[in-house]
């Protein structure tokens, strides 16, 4: 019988195993087989779909003060929430009607290059936070990693708008 010695503390591949990034693995290769399979819109359905949860567990764990809703604040949130799971998110503006954010590290990673489905992920939890304090939120995102651009360029709008583009998504209060 052959038996094979494995150095686990010099093990190259093993050095950068680590849970963020196993699980954006699995996120990444999940969300590009069901973009394969059925498609780049119905992966979007399903990735909304957890979005939607993961957005309401989210908004859960920051304070919400019905009424007050700054947009500065709201902006601050969203940097937060980004910022702690790795994203690398900066506010370019906040007033009254919307808030832009602008990415230059999404928190998947490098797994969500060709991945836009993905972006389902911040649509969802981004709308879901902002709608919970401010009532409404439309969440566009212009510019993507993920659809291969330098940075992700994402627009909150605050206000119903009837002659708004009709890509994004809306997010009443529940």
């Known amino acids: 019988m052959f038996e094979q010695k494995i150095d686990v503390a010099t093990a190259q591949s093993a050095q950068s195993l680590n849970q963020p990034d196993f699980f954006a693995n699995v996120l990444g290769d999940l969300a590009e087989l069901l973009e394969t399979i059925i498609g780049l819109q119905d992966a979007e359905g399903f990735i909304s779909t957890v979005g939607s949860h993961i957005g309401k567990e989210i908004s859960g764990l920051y304070p919400v003060d019905p009424g007050s809703a700054d947009p500065d604040q709201l902006g601050q949130v969203l940097l937060d ?34 991945r836009p ?17 401010n009532g409404y939120a439309h969440v566009t995102i212009d510019k993507s990693i993920a659809r291969h651009d330098s940075h992700c360029h994402v627009v909150v709008a605050l206000q119903i708008d009837e002659n708004a583009p009709t890509s994004g998504s809306e997010f009443f209060a529940d």
């Open 81 to 114: 929430l980004k910022t702690r799971i790795g994203g690398n998110f900066e506010v370019v503006s906040a007033d009254s009607t919307q808030i832009i954010m602008r990415a230059g590290r999404c928190p998947f990673g490098d797994k969500v290059t060709g």
């Open 117 to 133: 489905s993905l972006c389902m992920m911040t649509t969802n939890v981004f709308g879901r936070v902002v709608a919970d304090r």
